[in-house]
Antibody
Framework: QVQLVQSGADVKKPGASVKVSCKAS????????LHWVRQAPGQGLEWMGI????????RFAQKFQGRVTMTRDTSTSTVSMELYSLRSEDTAIYYC??????????????WGQGTLVTVSS | EIVLTQSPGTLSLSPGERGSLSCRAS???????LAWYQQKPGQAPRLLIY???RRATGIPDRFSGSGSGTDFTLTISRLDPEDVAVYFC?????????FGGGTKVEIK
């Protein structure tokens, strides 16, 4: 079955960076784009960006441009998201999610379990 | 950026009752590219409906989606206690992808 397993919770100080990984299994890794979405405590969902697992091409929400990178490793079927210059407002659960149709313009049919990132001095 | 507005904020229903959740887009969605997700406390969201009206794999038929253009509805035909959750709509046809603020469904 399709699984997206994310790295564990992390605590960072303001100004630091955090890297969250997402290991895919149960399907052909290169057939589906992967997205990153975050959710601040008690809040809604916010799309951060997308990565093409074949080319590594990325597209980000303007809000995160210049402060986020997304990479993939096809040998381990893993995507990673790194967010820089952290501030308290970045405290959130970060999710990876699989694109249903494999085009990058589809809904998300499988989600990781989420990774809590806490930014605190 | 397309803004999605969900209403009501909270919907209180009795078990077996029918309920409707609304999602309004700030501009017309291409190809009715709208999805609905269910999120229970402490869990990741789960895809319920996509393309405005197509049920995702394994979703009970008491969940249905309708609408087009800028106005969309998720209907729960007979509320089951396990349906208590927050429901989000999402548009995926235009970048950036955006979500509505959510509707909380609770048991009356």
């Amino acid at each position: 079955q399709v699984q997206l397993v994310q790295s564990g919770a992390d605590v960072k100080k303001p100004g630091a960076s955090v890297k969250v990984s997402c290991k895919a299994s149960g399907y052909s890794f290169t057939r589906h784009y992967l997205h990153w979405v975050r959710q601040a405590p008690g809040q809604g969902l916010e799309w951060m960006g997308i990565i093409n697992p074949v080319s590594g091409t990325t597209r980000f929400a303007q809000k995160f441009q210049g402060r986020v990178t997304m990479t993939r490793d096809t040998s381990t079927s893993t995507v990673s998201m790194e967010l820089y210059s952290l501030r308290s407002e970045d405290t959130a659960i970060y999710y990876c999610a699989r694109d249903l149709g494999g085009t990058g313009n589809d809904p998300f049919d499988h989600w990781g379990q989420g990774t809590l990132v806490t930014v605190s001095s | 950026e397309i803004v999605l507005t969900q209403s009501p904020g909270t919907l209180s229903l009795s078990p077996g009752e029918r309920g409707s959740l609304s999602c309004r887009a700030s501009q017309s969605l291409s190809s009715n590219s709208l999805a609905w997700y269910q999120q229970k406390p402490g869990q990741a969201p789960r895809l319920l409906i996509y393309d405005a009206a197509r049920r995702a794999t394994g979703i009970p038929d008491r969940f249905s989606g309708s609408g087009s253009g800028t106005d969309f509805t998720l209907t729960i035909s007979r509320l089951d206690p396990e349906d208590v959750a927050v429901y989000f709509c999402q548009q995926y046809g235009n970048s950036p992808l955006t979500f509505g603020g959510g509707t909380k469904v609770e048991i009356k």
